[in-house]
């Protein structure tokens, strides 16, 4: 998710000094930020669950 | 690089106060011992309270690499450097998977080393003789690596006022007596301080950098002029590369035993959570930050080779420091930051190895010593450690170098036993281990067999030879443990 896969052509086009494909890194970063951020919040109890171990 | 000092004498003096005000720190560790025992040692007691915890983690994290390596790289290849954005978050999101489970079960088996653990989860001896000394080899290639970087840095900022040599020796001898004296604590509170220097350094860097060369909104006409390369997308291959690097990276670093140990000293789990929740977005005020500071100054100097783009970050502030001769402190901050980054990294991965030494192969050899006889021995360990390290590091030939770079090639190797061990408990000691044997010789294989000349690409289409070696190590277990596992399925 957070490879540029899709940008494929140059351009000289950039947002905040960032190329667009550079933001689009950045902030698929940023979001997977968030995410870790939350899961860890949400679903700590469950990932240290002696519950999780399959037999 | 200029023959002047970076540092002129006020600056050398700052830096050795600091220096040797980290011994303070390590009588301080010595004082507040609960017992003389291992977990005490090399856990804290098992207290580590948060705002320690976190910069702990955070200065070990982050070494030299982050304040020299990262901005060089960007200086290189431009924006394509925010990889390193997007590998350091992936660590968190990968202590996530065992780092809860694992927390819990070091409290209630009491675990010091990581070779506790795989010992308690697989009965092995053997697993976890192997385990321990990929983990030592893997830490003291990144020791020699850190203790050379130091080396360089000192007698490049004092132009050889303090040599190469001098510097490794001091800068080691320091380590190890804060570390011997008061173990995890002492390098858990030097860590803190290192932690904060280094926080603060990037981001005061980064601020006036930014400030006064105009941020990378003014310099971008001038980069799309200068190097119109950067606003080029990756091509396939270096996306594959790029996803490579995101995972080789993050598995390597996610594994690394000092950080485990770290999991091990957390008070307790809420502790563990909110310095992991902290440290996710870390990189983006740390190595975003040192990536920029690269790219500005790819539009500020131009025509740097590869060793001299590595110090783009300190010619900026030498410029700077040109043009404003009020902030020629931030040389001495910059540097400063760069050793205490590396130190940090030293101490932890030192700390680490005596107590793998320790535990882990000296007990089993041993098991009826006292823990006041496994802790002399772990800081004699110590010390033996660190003068090997230093002889290596200043005397070993450039040719055989690139041996000592194996670092998270093999720790990859190390991951789907911990990974996989931590939830799956139809996995077997015997894929285990055949996993890390074909999972190594495969990474090995293609790393030494390219640098001796044999006709195999370092990355095969685009894939780090850790990330093939990976590939077969997991095709390996679960082609063993196939049976085990489709029952668990059915039993889930």
């Known amino acids: 998710m957070t490879v540029p896969w899709f940008f494929i052509n140059t351009k000289m086009e950039s947002t905040g000094g960032f190329p667009n494909w550079a933001l689009y890194a950045l902030f698929s970063t940023l979001i997977y930020a968030i995410s870790i951020f939350y899961f860890l919040h949400k679903y700590w109890s469950i990932s240290a669950s002696e519950k999780t171990l399959k037999k | ?492």
């Open chain 2, 1 to 492: 690089m200029d023959s002047a000092p970076l540092l002129n004498n006020d600056g050398i003096i700052f830096l050795f106060l600091y220096l040797f005000s980290l011994i303070g720190v390590g009588l301080l560790g010595y004082y507040s011992k609960k017992e003389d025992s291992l977990g005490d040692f090399y856990l804290a007691g098992r207290g580590m309270g948060g705002f320690v915890l976190f910069l702990t983690l955070y200065a070990t994290q982050y070494s030299g690499n982050t304040m020299i390596g990262f901005s060089g790289r960007a200086y290189r290849q431009g924006f394509t450097a925010l990889v390193t954005v997007t590998f350091m978050c992936a660590i968190i999101g990968l202590y996530f998977i065992y780092a809860p489970k694992l927390h819990d079960l070091s409290r209630k088996h009491s675990f010091i080393t990581l070779g506790d653990f795989i010992y308690h989860r697989f009965q092995s001896i053997h697993l976890t003789i192997i385990i321990s000394i990929i983990s030592i080899i893997a830490l003291g290639n990144y020791i020699l690596t850190n203790l050379k970087a130091i080396g360089f840095i000192i007698e490049g900022a004092t132009a050889g006022q303090v040599s190469f040599v001098n510097a490794i020796i001091i800068l080691s001898l320091i380590m190890v007596i804060y570390e011997t004296l008061g173990g995890m604590r002492s390098v858990a509170w030097t860590d803190m301080l290192q932690g904060l220097l280094l926080l603060f350094g990037v981001i005061v860097i980064f601020y006036i950098i930014y400030e006064q060369y105009g941020g990378l909104n003014a310099i971008s006409s001038q980069l799309q002029i200068n190097r119109p390369d950067f606003w080029t997308p990756p091509d396939w291959s270096d996306k594959r590369l790029w996803l490579s690097t995101i995972l080789v990276v993050s598995i390597g670093v996610s594994v690394y035993p000092h950080a485990i140990q770290r999991i091990y000293s957390a008070k307790d789990s809420s502790t563990l959570r909110k310095s992991l929740q902290l440290m996710v977005f870390m990189p983006f005020v740390t190595t975003l930050f040192m990536v920029i500071v690269g790219i500005v100054g790819a539009s500020q100097i131009e025509g740097l080779d590869r060793n001299n783009s590595e110090q783009i970050s300190i010619l900026l502030l030498v410029d700077l420091a040109e043009k404003i001769p009020n902030i020629s402190w931030l040389i001495v901050m910059f540097l400063a930051a760069a050793i205490a980054a590396i130190m940090s990294t030293v101490d932890s991965a030192l700390l680490a190895i005596s107590s793998t030494v320790t535990q882990d192969l000296f007990r089993k050899i041993k098991p009826d010593s006292s823990q006041k006889e496994l802790l002399l021995f772990g800081k004699s360990i110590s010390w033996v450690i660190m003068l090997v390290a230093v002889i290596m590091a200043i005397n070993l030939p450039q040719t055989i170098w690139q041996l000592f770079q194996i670092k998270l090639e093999l720790l990859c190797q190390i991951a789907p036993a911990i990974f996989l061990g931590v939830h799956i408990k139809s996995i077997s000691s015997k894929s285990i281990l055949i996993g890390i044997y074909i999972g190594t010789l495969i990474a090995l294989s293609i790393m030494i067999g390219n640098w001796i000349g044999f006709p195999i690409p370092i990355k095969p289409f685009g894939i780090h030879a850790g990330l093939w070696g990976l590939i077969f190590n997991c095709l390996a277990i679960f082609t063993i443990d196939r049976h085990k596992l489709k029952s668990s399925i059915k039993l889930a």
